[in-house]
């Protein structure tokens, strides 16, 4: 299992980022996908989990409204636009096989929301 995640970075309150998640070494197109996060001296976080052909979706409370998460099986790319982003939203991003937070992840990438 091999999932590398892009799109990370410094971004004012109020803008927008688009994380992707590059998978390989498993069939992704039969596996649940989520986005995970961990902010700073804090333990892993689940944000989004989606379907196996994305008809189904689910957030967290605090990022519904402002966040999508979305996949293409054709290309094993697993996203999350991010918008409205808040400083709170500051955090490692990390792309995961399944649901929950036990899965495995990529490396993740950090996105950090401040002015």
């Known amino acids: 299992v091999h999932l590398l995640e892009s799109g990370g970075g410094l971004v004012q309150p109020g803008g927008s980022l688009r994380l992707s998640c590059v998978a390989s070494?498993?069939?992704?197109?039969?596996?649940?996908m989520s986005w995970v996060r961990q902010a700073p001296g804090k333990g892993l976080e689940w944000v989004s989990s989606i379907s196996l052909r994305g008809g189904t979706t689910n957030y967290k409370d605090s990022v519904k409204g402002r966040f999508a998460i979305s996949r293409d099986n054709a290309k094993n790319t697993l996203y999350l636009q991010m918008n409205s982003l808040k400083p709170e939203d500051t955090a490692v991003y990390y792309c995961?096989?399944?649901?929950?937070?036990?899965?495995?992840r990529g490396q993740g990438t950090q996105v950090t929301v401040s002015s």
């Open positions: 995961q096989r399944g649901t929950g937070v036990t899965g495995s």
């Open positions: 070494g498993f069939t992704f197109s039969s596996y649940f």
